[in-house]
């Protein structure tokens, strides 16, 4: 889920719970939105364990704004040049399903702002993926640089190289132990 224009966290914080009661994303959104009065200056995306997707672009998200959703995704845009930059994002996360999530996810951003991306130039950029653990299997941010996916490909390196094997040795919940401690008490 991500919330972004004048975001409100509360809608990722009220709205994961209830997919897990097996609810379509387009229907927790839809309750969720209709209870929150700055709706319109809003874009919120949702994607359950299905693939099922919903996104929201309220009217006042500031020019060019708009979403796209697809099976597996949602990609909001909003302050971006127009909209064939959203739709270079959709086409460089449809084109690289071979790719494991977060190379797709840092493709779509330089696809994004090689079309021009936010029109008051970008500044920062995220990467998270979350997996079937409560953390974050990769977080990756760039919060203020001149060319924030420039920084974000190199960033995904060392994260890929240096942070990833340490998180994918960490306890699960069928695990409790983890990788990690095993080889530290061998």
Do not use: C, K
């Not at 975001?7 to 990722?12: D, G, K």
């Not at 959104?29 to 996104?55: K, N, W």
């Not at 190289?161 to 695990?175: C, G, K, S």
């Amino acid at each position: 889920m991500a919330t972004q224009a004048t975001p409100n966290p509360f809608l990722a914080y009220d709205g994961l719970p209830l997919l897990s009661e097996s609810r379509s994303p387009e229907d927790v959104l839809t309750e969720l939105l209709a209870r929150d009065p700055g709706r319109e200056v809003r874009q919120v995306g949702m994607v359950d364990f299905e693939g099922r997707s919903y996104a929201f672009t309220g009217a006042r998200a500031r020019d060019w704004a708009g979403h796209h959703t697809g099976p597996g995704y949602a990609v909001q845009g909003n302050r971006l040049v127009g909209r064939e930059a959203l739709a270079a994002i959709v086409r460089s996360f449809e084109d690289s399903r071979e790719l494991d999530l977060a190379e797709r996810l840092v493709l779509a951003v330089e696809a994004g702002e090689e079309a021009g991306g936010d029109r008051h130039g970008a500044r920062s950029a995220t990467v998270t993926v979350v997996g079937d653990q409560p953390y974050p299997l990769w977080d990756v941010r760039v919060d203020d640089a001149e060319h924030p996916a420039l920084e974000l490909r190199r960033l995904h390196g060392v994260f890929r190289e240096e942070v990833l094997p340490t998180i994918e040795q960490l306890p699960t919940r069928d695990d409790p132990m983890g990788e990690g401690a095993r080889q530290s008490l061998r």
